[in-house]
């Protein structure tokens, strides 16, 4: 009895030392040089021993480009050898553990509570997408329009479970190739690649166009319909929804239906987010375009900026198509691009409080770093509501719990969903982001640190 008690009061203490610690930075005159992102207090004390050796062991093997490179064939040999229980035994003690956040609710809610704890917000991804692409599975979904349905009642239960969840902090992201053929879309882009400056409508534009037909027409009309039920979802439950960007042979489609969504809802307040892939070439002029037509049609704008995740599909495609490589030439153009494009839009969403709004969606502490000292430049402050920090799940906590520390809005975009359903998105994300796992030094240097810590 007396064990439970002293236990109780310890667990109070600590609760109300972070309280009182937590209310100490939250002044949003103090400086940025006050962020430490080398705390492994700070960034891994809501971790256990265990998800600190799991956290270790993930990154270390993810180092390996050869392991990562044949990672879609190893967990396919590995689940027809082990069988499905030893085979998601060890996913949950590895790739899957450390990288998704459940397979539902029930898992969720728990650590939504631990990092809430925190200051840290979940930006929950029921996660489904699909490709262009010749194997027998991905074209029998092409096929098989019911799966597009069955993935809006699985996007629309994702945002009723984000309300629940986080309440009016919910955010939500999905893939616009989880509800349309990506051969309809393919054909949708071509059409709108032709007609850059039009302004008619998405629906309007495909109707006149020879390269659609009559039944893909009818496809693209229930694939506006998918998306407009999701957004109305959102705003029922006064939530706010993230639009991946994907690959460049979609991304002209998605982005012109993105804004008509943003035209439509984001009138009262931001609804729907938008995503800009700073690797490529045009996305300085797009954005300039975007806030220029976002002031003049009264509407709101909320921007996600990301790197990008496709450069070597896109490099390989340029190469095979003998077309124009979209993508910045190098990493330092791709950084020049990002940073101006965050200066650009701080700029007007500090003229225009409540119409714009900016994710810094980045795992680069020298960009994080930047998008502090330009808030400090403009003298916008951590609580004006003008700018929020994001990372994946499972990576960089030593940049999104430090923020959130000192009263910053910081989130970690988080998958979920059954094993077998996130075995694409983990390789996926794992060959996707290999160049930020081989430089993950300092995430595993820091595992290892909070390890011995420990011991």
């Known amino acids: 009895m007396l064990s439970k008690l002293i236990r109780r009061n310890q667990s109070s203490s600590v609760v109300f030392i972070q309280q009182c610690m937590r209310s100490s930075v939250l002044n949003p005159s103090r400086t940025n040089d006050e962020i430490r992102f080398d705390s492994i207090t700070t960034a ?26 044949r990672l879609t064939q190893l967990l396919n040999i590995s689940r027809t050898i082990l069988g499905r229980s030893v085979f998601e035994s060890i996913m949950r003690s590895t790739l899957y553990g450390h990288f998704v956040a459940g397979t539902d609710k029930s898992e969720l809610k728990p650590i ?13 991804d029921y996660s489904m997408e699909s490709d262009v692409a010749t194997d027998h599975l991905v074209t029998t979904a092409q096929s098989n329009h019911s799966i597009y349905d069955e993935n809006l009642l699985k996007s629309l239960k994702n ?20 509800f349309i053929s990506p051969d309809v879309l393919q054909k949708l882009n071509q059409a709108v690649e032709q007609h850059p400056s039009d302004q008619q409508s998405l629906f ?3 109707s006149k166009s020879s390269l659609i037909s009559k039944h893909e027409l009818i496809e693209i009309e229930h694939f506006i319909q998918r998306i407009n039920r999701i957004v109305q979802e959102v705003k029922q439950h006064q939530g706010r929804v993230f639009i991946d960007a994907e690959q460049s042979y979609f991304q002209t489609a998605i982005h012109k239906l993105v804004l008509e969504l943003q035209e439509l809802y984001n009138r009262d307040r931001i609804i729907v987010y938008n995503t ?17 037509r976002a002031k003049t049609k009264g509407f709101s704008i909320g921007f996600k900026l990301v790197r990008g995740a496709y450069m070597d599909q896109e490099r390989k495609r340029a190469v095979e198509l003998n077309t124009n490589d979209p993508i910045h030439p190098n990493f330092a153009a791709t950084t020049q691009c990002y940073h101006q494009a965050f200066k650009e839009i701080l700029k007007d969403a500090k003229n225009h409080p409540n119409q714009f709004h900016v994710f810094v969606a980045s795992h680069n502490e020298d960009t994080v770093k930047f998008a502090l000292r330009t808030m400090d430049e ?23 719990f430090p923020l959130a520390a000192v009263g910053y809005d910081a989130y970690k975009l988080a998958p979920y969903g059954p094993i077998d359903r996130l075995l694409p998105y983990l390789t996926r994300r794992a060959q996707e982001n290999r160049a930020i796992f081989a430089k993950a030094e300092k995430d595993r240097q820091l595992h290892y640190k909070a390890l011995r810590e420990r011991n």
């Open 44 to 69: 891994y004390g809501y971790k256990s021993k265990y998800e600190l050796y799991r956290g270790w062991a993930v990154f270390k093997l993810c180092s390996y480009t050869s392991l990562v490179n």
């Open 112 to 124: 939504v509570e631990r990092l809430s704890q925190h200051g840290v917000k979940l930006i929950l």
């Open 159 to 178: 945002v009723q479970t984000a309300s629940e969840l986080s309440g009016s902090s919910a955010i939500t992201a999905i893939k616009f190739t989880a």
């Open 204 to 206: 309007e534009l495909a």
């Open 276 to 292: 800009y892939q700073c690797y490529r070439k045009i996305t300085l002029k797009t954005i300039q375009n975007d806030l220029a």
């Open 378 to 400: 403009m003298n916008v402050k951590r609580n004006d509501g003008l700018v929020a920090f994001a990372t994946l799940f499972g990576m960089c906590d030593y940049l999104t």
